[in-house]
Nanobody, 127 residues
Framework: QVQLVESGGGLVQAGGSLRLSCKAS????????MGWFRQAPGKEREFVAT????????YYADSVKGRFTISRDNAKSTVYLQMNSLKPEDTAVYYC????????????????????WGQGTQVTVSS
């Protein structure tokens, strides 16, 4: 399994931006489908975005579409989540995750599909 470490979380005002990073260990990063999930207090973990092996295909939850952008740099073994126009309801712990297999490009991705997880990074959006 790949080891994942997130960074870049913090406190931001509504309308602001943050960029999360997720650094992976190992030499097989480019073989993984990468995803971002989040968990707000008192709620279940939910899907945010996913990206294929090359970065050529992405998929987003409706709640973040048009505001968030997932990208990856395989040379740096890192996946990013650029978050713009942040809202208080985006407040959550954000997790990156990795899995093998096909890129679905649909709501078929669930957390159960992902075998490797980071420790999470807190994002707090104030109103």
């Amino acid at each position: 399994q790949v080891q994942l470490v997130e960074s870049g979380g913090g406190l931001v005002q509504a309308g602001g931006s943050l960029r999360l990073s997720c650094k992976a260990s190992g030499r097989t990063f480019s073989r993984y489908i990468m995803g971002w999930f989040r968990q707000a207090p008192g709620k279940e973990r939910e899907f945010v975005a996913t990206i294929d092996w090359t970065g050529g295909s992405t998929y987003y939850a409706d709640s973040v579409k048009g505001r968030f952008t997932i990208s990856r740099d395989n040379a740096k073994s890192t996946v990013y989540l650029q978050m713009n126009s942040l809202k208080p309801e985006d407040t959550a712990v954000y997790y990156c995750a990795a899995r093998f297999g096909s890129f679905y490009g649909s709501s078929r991705d669930t957390q159960a599909d992902f075998s490797s997880w980071g420790q999470g990074t807190q994002v707090t959006v104030s109103s």
